[in-house]
């Protein structure tokens, strides 16, 4: 099998040598540098070769390749510094980065606020059954919970810290749910969700009483319970319940919204 160099190099020899051509030897040259950077070779933070260094490795043009620097930069996997320190940095993708892209699309699909809740309320349970499944969850998981859980008890009559550390409690038990595909998939969604919470939290979160906010603590204790006694199947019946009820709050009124990728800030 051919390396992606050798590949770029016979591409560059091709007696077409339009601007058709050069597009696609510079996808090529960008691809090879993907995967350098996707497999970790270019680690987040290093600077690439140099251009003069890369024109000979891939046997191409200054223009082609800055063509495919340029497709790198656009997918946010390297920064171009100009002036005396001039350089590509790379960056490693992130579930950020991910999120991001995730929200775009939803916003741009007009996806609303109720199918965006349906999809946390059936797939955050999961991580919760996940949760409960792991032999070292009394290490891995209940310690960061029950931090979090102490912190929110504390906060019941301060509305906008109570969402704020609600929301931090939900994205632990993803973070420990131990599958990486998980933790990636419904991250995007928790970082989503959360936009919007905080909108409605700013709007609204007052109205709701402290009674209501006791309950919600109520509730994680008895989800922190579960998970600790290992059953998964009450921890996911539980949790399911749990978050159609906290769903309630900031949806009342405002489901049939779409969704704002960027919520305006306050």
Known sequence: MSSPSATVRTDARSSDSGPIRYAAIAEVVAAALRRRILDGELADGDVIPKQDELMAEFDVGRTTLRQAIRILETEGLITVRRGKVG???VHSPTPQDAAR???????ARHVTLDDLAQALR??????????????DRTTAVLPRLREVHERMAAAIGDPLAYIRLSREFHEAIVAGCGNQTMQVLLGMVETLWARQEQTWAEQSAADVSDEIRALGVREHQELIDLIADGDDSAAYRFAVRHLEGAHAYPLR??????????????
Not at 102 to 107: I, K
Not at 122 to 135: G, K, N, S
């Open 87 to 89: 350089g590509s940095v």
């Open 122 to 135: 059936r797939l955050e349970p999961v991580c919760v059954a996940l949760c409960t499944q792991r032999p």
């Open 101 to 107: 892209m995730f929200g775009m699309v939803m916003h």
């Open 253 to 266: 009124g405002h489901g049939a919204r779409p969704i704002d990728s960027d919520p305006p800030t306050h």
